[in-house]
């Protein structure tokens, strides 16, 4: 619809609309804004320009005092052009624009400042926003992104991605080149419409590829495709449009080549496949999490395949369904919980919402309750040595670990104890840690102290060398730094003959009447550096 004279003049005097004095009105003819569709030919820095033209005219005109003689000449005033009006008449220049775009003609309608002008601007101001923040980083091809998932990561990038006319880059790739004439009506005081949903949505579905920045961004999305499959077997597919810089037949390519019809169909027989035949028996360390989680992945995959082929998905009642069938686990909790949603079966029932189910049944999986469960006890749920279960367990800390060690019915701690603190310990304490350490001692067959190596074992031997050194080290530090050959000999020779005494067995002589076991001398350490010194010296 053509504007009409009046409706020219409303639209750029009016208060609700641009607000231009009339005067100032006339003044923009001279600098090329007459109707409202020559706006598109203006930005920015256009306005600019002419607001500072409007604020300093050239000219004279007739003095307006009437008392100056005849034919007496001024300076043209300035013309009044606020910043309001400078603000609306740049968002009407964007909006101008924007219609043009899309082939949509001008009316009083559509260029209302308030609600659809004023709308518009909000929009627009959001796609300058995206373009001029930080740029989304383009999906690869990968093991974990297959090349038909790919395609759909693709298309939500150039969403996102804006071209050099203020485009998202999806309009590059679109189904159709041309779309249909006229665009769709209007959605009631918006500037898009209700089809298209916004103007970003409207801009993707109906820009046209015949403008002259078009190649920027047709060259744009074939750098972004060079991009994605670099390194990869799919790069040769778009080889042939390396020179051309031809992103849209290059896209193309890819699609028919790898994510056609056919690969979308094959993509949800596997999908739907799994979701009538695979099962869960709860077996393994595989949690039930995790397969209600491939049950969502598969219907959120057959979803995206419903959008290249025909397939009626299932409904929220049809996924509980197979998911119940699935769970071939017969843990008594998991079953009756299964039961229990087979009969909420109302319209707002779990039978009839696949993320209740879901929520529901985790409570009663089996492997997570497991792994809860399944680890070894440790010494806090251990009863004492006696056998009782109320033996009470303290925390204490070793070496940086924490360990448990229980406490006797009379508060005794069951552990080391100096002269000093056992000292302290009541008569009854004592007692009852003696009777702790004799059974202790008896239940591991032996009187305390280190299990002395079996001889011929490995364990001797490296007693035997324990031994040595720290005798050497011992007689190295009494000689001083004077070393003598022939004594260090003797040393060693007398130490040896010892270590051998020590093992020797000892000798028993029973009777009817007692048996005699005659002492053994214990050969430590200090003793052999005592006899040592003595021979010495």
């Known amino acids: 619809m053509v504007f009409t004279i009046a409706q020219t003049t409303a639209f750029f005097e009016a208060a609700d609309q641009m607000g231009i004095p009339g005067d100032t009105r006339v003044q923009l003819g001279e600098e090329g804004i007459e109707a409202v569709s020559d706006l598109s030919d203006f930005d920015k820095d256009t306005l600019t320009q002419v607001a500072d033209n409007l604020r300093r005219p050239g000219g004279r005109i007739a003095n307006p005092d009437p008392n100056a003689p005849p034919g007496a000449t001024i300076p043209q005033p300035p013309f009044v052009f606020g910043a309001k009006s400078q603000k609306r008449l740049l968002a009407a220049c964007d909006t101008v624009r924007y219609y043009e ?32 923040g930080e740029a989304p980083v383009v999906p690869k091809i990968s093991k974990t992104l297959s090349i038909i998932k790919w395609t759909e990561a693709f298309t939500d990038f150039l969403h996102r991605k804006i071209g050099v006319r203020m485009v998202p880059l999806a309009y590059v790739v679109r189904e159709v080149v041309d779309p249909p004439a006229p665009p769709p009506p209007l959605a009631t005081n918006l500037p898009h419409s209700t089809e298209h949903g916004s103007v970003e949505g409207e801009l993707i579905a109906r820009a046209s590829h015949t403008h002259p920045l078009f190649r920027d961004d047709n060259s744009a999305v074939y750098y972004l495709l060079e991009e994605a499959t670099r390194g990869t077997s799919y790069a040769p597919t778009i080889k042939p449009y390396q020179r051309s810089k031809h992103g849209r037949d290059a896209w193309r390519s890819l699609v028919m080549q790898y994510a056609g019809e056919d690969k979308w169909q094959s993509e949800l027989k596997y999908q739907d496949d799994l979701l009538h035949n695979r099962q869960w028996k709860g077996q393994s360390n595989f949690s039930l999490e995790k397969f209600i989680a491939q049950h969502r992945n598969a219907f959120v995959s057959m979803r995206q395949c419903a959008e290249h082929v025909t397939f009626q998905l299932p409904n929220e009642r049809t996924r509980v369904s197979y998911l119940l069938d699935s769970i071939q686990c017969n843990d008594p909790g998991l079953q009756a919980a299964m039961a229990q949603v087979r009969t909420d079966s109302g319209v707002n029932g779990k039978l009839n919402d696949f993320e209740a189910t879901a929520s529901y049944l985790l409570q009663y999986d089996p492997v997570s309750k497991k792994r809860a469960t399944g680890a070894k006890r440790g010494l806090s749920a251990i009863s004492d040595v006696t056998g009782e279960d109320n033996a009470e367990i303290s925390s204490v800390s070793h070496g940086g670990r924490t360990s448990k060690t229980s406490v006797g019915k009379t508060g005794v701690e069951f552990r080391y104890y100096k002269a000093t603190e056992y000292n302290e310990l009541s008569s009854e304490q004592k007692g009852e840690l003696k009777s702790y350490r004799d059974n202790k001692s008896g239940a591991s067959g032996r009187s305390g102290g280190a299990k002395k190596p079996r001889t011929g074992s490995k364990d001797e031997s490296r007693h035997k060398k324990w031994i040595a050194s720290a005798v050497e080290k011992q007689l190295a530090k009494t000689r001083g730094t004077q070393d003598d050959d022939s004594t260090e000999t003797d040393f060693k020779s007398y130490i040896m003959s010892l270590l051998s005494e020590s093992k020797k067995p000892a000798t028993t002589t029973a009777t009817t009447a007692s048996v005699t076991t005659p002492i053994t001398k214990k050969v430590t350490l200090n003793s052999i550096l005592r006899k040592v010194k003595h021979k010495t010296s």
């Open 101 to 132: 775009m899309i082939a949509r003609e001008l009316s009083a309608s559509n260029m209302r400042w308030d609600p659809v002008i004023k709308n518009f601007s909000q929009q627009w101001k959001a796609l300058k926003d995206r373009k001029d």
